[in-house]
């Protein structure tokens, strides 16, 4: 296992983005970033992660009962609430190596600054990695923060994956104490808040020549797996007015998702994706009689997700009737719209102007294991400037711009104590 460069100020960006690729040869699919969440390769990136959180000085680093990384960086007095620091080291297919990653190592960086200055400030800091924030392997998503917010949902562990393993079953083979998840929530009367440090994912800090930007808050996302089921037959056989075939529907479908995302433009930013679709046994001579695919609608304004996510149920189930073919709708994961909080956007603000920096205030249209703490604990989100989009491997952040985040959440918590 790698271990930080004493001499190397954990601060630098050069020294944050070694780590980040370090970490990335932790990876299900070798040549490519893939760590789905309880993987093989999440648990070694996981121990990976365990060691370098107790090289810089955070104690009871342990993995908890969801599969998460948590370490604690104790106050100057013992009866000081604690702040959490903290982002995902799950990833999706063939990703990026920034998305979630960059905001652990940078908050493990600035908690290893203060360790090595031997600073300790008037609330305890816990950083936490989290298991599983993309919901690319399992249907519902977010359990790890949701765990320490008191919103976990028990019946979320029986969920299988493609290959039929259920979540507690993952979660069992990861090594993670499933029986203790109950007693995981974090007290908010004891919590000064969550504040989380991410790759932006998109083109806007890059348009303004910024940086760093502090968020606004971010989109609520309703996802929901879509099966289709029509009648399989020979390609050379059936008439084409008698086939029930499950791709040319799903495929109308698709347009339809398309269109009604494309309905309502900013400032709602509505947004509606079939990401995932699948030809079960498909071949070259079958009429197609099942297809799967998956629905993201995302929108910063709850009641225009709403009736998107109406409108898009009522088109997928009038195209399925009017071609012969039934087509079955779970919605699963439902996350609100989620504002950040003012006072510690403020002080993160505050922090990037230490820095010389005037950070521009945005939305996050992505999803972040921040908005499971809504109307729980204050939460914030400081997003670095990245390139090429995210969840794919262009995705790019560069070391200067790693290093002036890392510094910015450095002066954040120097704040706190001031
Ligand atoms: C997570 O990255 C999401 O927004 O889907
Ligand atoms: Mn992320
Ligand atoms: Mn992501």
Redesign the pocket.
């Known amino acids: 296992m790698s271990q930080p460069d004493a001499a190397a100020d954990p601060l630098d960006g050069a020294v944050i983005d070694a780590r980040l690729h370090a970490l990335a040869a932790f990876t299900d699919v070798p040549g490519q970033m893939t760590r789905l969440s309880l993987s093989p390769s999440h648990k070694a990136a996981a121990g990976q992660v365990a060691d370098w959180f107790r090289a810089a000085g955070l104690e009871g680093v342990h993995l908890d009962g969801t599969g998460s990384v948590v370490g604690r960086y104790a106050a100057d007095r013992a009866d000081a609430p604690t702040l959490i620091l903290g982002s995902h080291i799950d990833t ?1 297919r063939n990703a990026g190596i920034y ?2 990653n960059l905001g652990v190592l940078v908050a493990l960086a600035a908690v290893e600054a203060l360790n090595r200055s031997g600073r300790r400030l008037p609330v305890a800091v816990e950083v936490v990695a989290f298991a599983d ?2 919901g690319v392997r399992f249907l519902s998503t977010l359990s790890s923060s949701r765990a320490l917010a008191g919103t976990f949902d028990p019946a979320c562990l029986d969920e299988p994956d493609a290959s039929g393993i259920t979540r507690r079953a993952a979660l069992e083979a990861f090594g993670a104490p499933v029986e203790a998840i109950s007693g995981l929530a974090r007290d908010p009367a004891r919590t000064l808040g969550y504040v989380e440090v991410h790759i932006e994912q998109g083109p806007v800090l890059e348009e303004c020549g910024a940086p760093l930007g502090i968020v606004t808050g971010i989109a609520g996302a309703s996802r929901a797996r879509v099966v289709v089921r029509g009648q399989a037959g020979h390609s050379g056989t059936l008439p084409m007015v008698l086939r029930q075939d499950a791709l040319t529907a799903a495929a109308e479908m698709v347009l339809a998702v398309e269109a009604r995302g494309g309905r309502d433009v900013a400032p709602e930013s509505l947004v509606a994706t079939v990401g995932l679709l699948e030809v079960p046994g498909s071949a070259v001579n079958v009429v197609p009689g099942e297809v799967r695919f998956s629905l993201d609608v995302r929108a910063s304004d709850d009641g225009v997700r709403k009736a998107a996510v109406t409108d898009i149920s009522d088109a997928i189930t009038a195209i399925a009737a009017r071609r012969g073919v039934a087509a079955e709708i779970v919605w699963g994961h439902d996350a609100p719209a989620t504002p950040c909080d003012p006072d510690l956007r403020a002080r993160l603000e505050a922090a990037a102007a230490t820095l010389g920096l005037d950070a521009p205030s945005l939305a996050s249209g ?1 999803g972040h294991d921040a908005m499971v703490f809504r109307g729980i604990m204050p939460m914030a989100m400081l997003f670095v400037r990245s390139r090429n989009g ?2 794919n491997p262009r995705e790019a952040a560069e070391a200067a711009d790693i290093g002036l985040a890392a510094r910015t959440l450095h002066a954040f918590l120097l704040g706190l104590g001031a």
């Open positions: 999706v998305d979630g924030e993309e992505a995210s969840h």
